[in-house]
């Protein structure tokens, strides 16, 4: 008893105290008949308790008593049913550690009915009770509920008015409190007998479900339903998340729906992971059962949680938990969940027992359902892969046709660049042989300031044809880079060019204006050289105005994307557009703008691997702006 109320409270319900007389033969044979028959109409345990209360306490002429059980941690009794009791005097006796000193503890650990005749000898035993006992004038016992050596509870009987228990007395109410203790006994093997037939029952209906269906939402949701509202009040079925670090509360069943509502609610504010310090997740981790026969709001108030935490799971009103692992195969799949709301009757070791048979079902359910599900996938893959290959068969002819167009524009880009290679090349060769020879001569006459100038354009024309070769190469190597296509970050390639650009022209004030830039298909090294190139010759070709005005934006079409950079220079004429995408082709003079013209050449070579193309637009002096597209892959 961790509380102190008064025990005049507990005389009677009325206050009024009456003069009881000592018991007698016939006493004790009405009281024997009439507890009984009370006894003999009760089935269940809730009924025996009743019946001992209700009728054997009046039967016995005490003024009031109750029964005490103990709760599943075997550590604490808890009074189950009452009678001529103040309710509010009794509430803070609801529950009693066994450590504590009181005549019910007492009865229960040392299995003999204690009897107290008088105030004065429960003060002397019991110091502990000296302020519940202070006003009491009558006479208590506390009786071992017993059969054979288990003892089911203890029978407490107050009286209020002292009396003497003589030895017949205590004799025939310990043989009562043992009839009682058989009855419980009775009624308990029977309940459960009824319990694990109504078990077996549901396995066999649960059975019939798991095999009904490879839909593992819906027979998940059938068990629960099974279970609830017959064998537990919640039903909660994890499973772990693709990355397996959460548990995801697939299942969720409750009588009442707005508490199923509020605890998936209550688990996307707190989601469940699967680590040791989250009950389900160290379930799921370990693959073991974990039970908590009774919560107490004490054990809340233990928790290392907010106080709205702590609110809302008194809200879920879980007074009785079992947590087990769902097995298939060896591995754990899943986590069940059943919780009670009331203390009515708590979760033991048989319970575990069967929610783990049950759970185990339910993981093979899961299990049968993911082989179902890898088995439609593998099916899905082998028709999409003949349909691609009828596709690929389809297509065949237009992909000829596409290589035979391909291979058509590359042998004229190369008689291009074969005529121009043997032009273009030619010309710095001859501009160092013919000054290597002006030069030769002026130092036969001696004139050193000719030597030098030879020199230098001599120097020109070889820097010029290293130019030109780097130049090829680039374009050479475009040509022949092996193509890995993939999803591109636009904005990191425009982000790169910039900094390039910075690198190239570091003394040239610029102003960038990039717009949204969604992310492209394509071999994102191939088109960095695209868009550093552009941003490049947009900077180079703006370097008559005082600051270079570069724009970049993307307009995303049905099949294809369009990339356009603008910028503010000299431009070209319209009707020569064709041309800037020639090898060694240049609109604008070497002396004014530098460079060999192969840089847009490279671009048109690297779009054309990409089915791809380039556009340039200009009205001449105003600045130009090139475009290119890249299509969007076909899923």
Request: hydrophobic share 40%; proline share 5%; glycine share 6%.
């Amino acid at each position: 008893m961790s509380a102190k109320p008064r025990l005049e409270s507990l005389q009677g319900a009325d206050g009024i105290e009456s003069a009881e007389t000592a018991f007698h033969p016939q006493a004790h044979v009405r009281a024997w008949w009439r507890i009984t028959q009370a006894l003999g109409n009760a089935t269940t345990p809730a009924e025996v308790l009743h019946a001992v209360v209700h009728e054997g306490i009046q039967a016995l002429g005490a003024r009031g008593g109750a029964v005490a059980l103990p709760c599943a941690d075997g550590q604490t009794l808890e009074i189950r049913t009452t009678f001529g009791y103040d309710p509010v005097a009794v509430a803070p006796w609801q529950t009693m550690r066994l450590e504590r000193p009181t005549p019910v503890t007492e009865a229960y650990r040392q299995k003999t009915p204690l009897f107290i005749e008088t105030g004065p000898q429960a003060l002397q035993d019991y110091p502990v009770l000296q302020t519940e006992m202070q006003n009491f004038s009558g006479s208590l016992a506390a009786l071992p509920l017993m059969v054979k050596d288990q003892v089911f509870g203890v029978l407490m009987l107050t009286f209020s008015q002292q009396r003497v228990f003589a030895d017949v007395d205590r004799q025939f109410l310990s043989s009562l409190a043992g009839q009682c203790a058989q009855a419980l006994q009775r009624s308990t093997a029977l309940e459960r007998t009824e319990r694990l037939n109504e078990q077996l029952l549901f396995l066999a209906r649960a059975s019939e479900v798991l095999s009904s269906s490879l839909d593992l939402d819906a027979v998940l949701e059938s068990i629960a339903h099974l279970l609830v509202p017959r064998l537990t009040d919640w039903c909660v079925i994890h499973l772990p998340s693709p990355h397996g670090q959460q548990l995801l509360p697939v299942t969720v069943v409750h009588q009442d729906p707005a508490m199923v509502s509020f605890l998936r609610q209550f688990i996307e504010d707190n989601p469940v992971e699967t680590t040791v310090e989250n009950g389900a997740g160290r379930v799921f981790m370990t693959g073991l059962p974990e039970v908590i026969p009774v919560v107490t709001d004490e054990l809340y108030d233990a928790l290392p949680q907010s106080d709205t935490w702590k609110n809302d799971v008194r809200r879920l009103q879980l007074r009785s938990v079992i947590t087990v692992p769902m097995h298939a195969n060896g591995q754990v799949v899943g986590v069940l969940g059943l919780a009670r709301t009331s203390l009515d009757r708590v979760y033991d070791q048989e319970d575990v027992a069967f929610a783990l048979e049950v759970a185990g079902r339910a993981g093979q359910a899961v299990e049968h359902a993911r082989l179902y599900t890898q088995a439609q996938q593998e099916i899905e893959r082998r028709e999409q892969a003949q349909k691609e290959l009828d596709m690929a068969n389809t297509s065949l002819e237009e992909r000829v046709r596409q290589r035979t167009q391909d291979l058509s524009e590359v042998n004229r880009e190369l008689e291009a660049f074969t005529y121009s290679a043997s032009h273009d090349l030619r010309s710095p060769v001859r501009h160092v042989l013919s000054f290597a020879d002006l030069a030769r001569r002026a130092l036969d006459k001696s004139q050193p300031e000719k030597v030098v100038q030879y020199l230098d354009v001599i120097q020109q024309g070889a820097l010029r044809m290293n130019a030109l070769i780097d130049g090829m190469l680039r374009l050479s190597r475009a040509g022949s880079q092996t193509f890995s296509a993939q999803v591109v970050d636009l904005e990191a390639l425009v982000r790169q060019g910039q900094q390039d650009v910075r690198l190239e022209f570091p003394e040239r004030p610029i102003h960038w204006e990039v717009g949204p830039l969604p992310p492209v298909w394509g071999d994102p090294s191939m088109l960095q050289q695209v868009m550093t190139n552009l941003m490049s010759n947009a900077v180079k070709y703006s370097n008559t105005r005082q600051t270079s005005e570069v724009k970049v934006w993307v307009e995303t079409r049905e099949h294809e994307w369009m990339v356009s950079v603008q910028d503010n220079g000299v431009g070209f004429d319209p009707r020569y557009a064709e041309k800037l995408f020639g090898v060694f082709q240049r609109l604008h003079p070497q002396r004014e703008i530098e460079g060999v013209g192969v840089g847009l050449a490279t671009v048109r070579r690297i779009l054309m691997k990409h089915r791809g193309q380039v556009f340039a637009e200009s009205s001449g002096g105003s600045g130009a702006t090139f475009r290119f597209t890249l299509p969007k892959p076909r899923q």
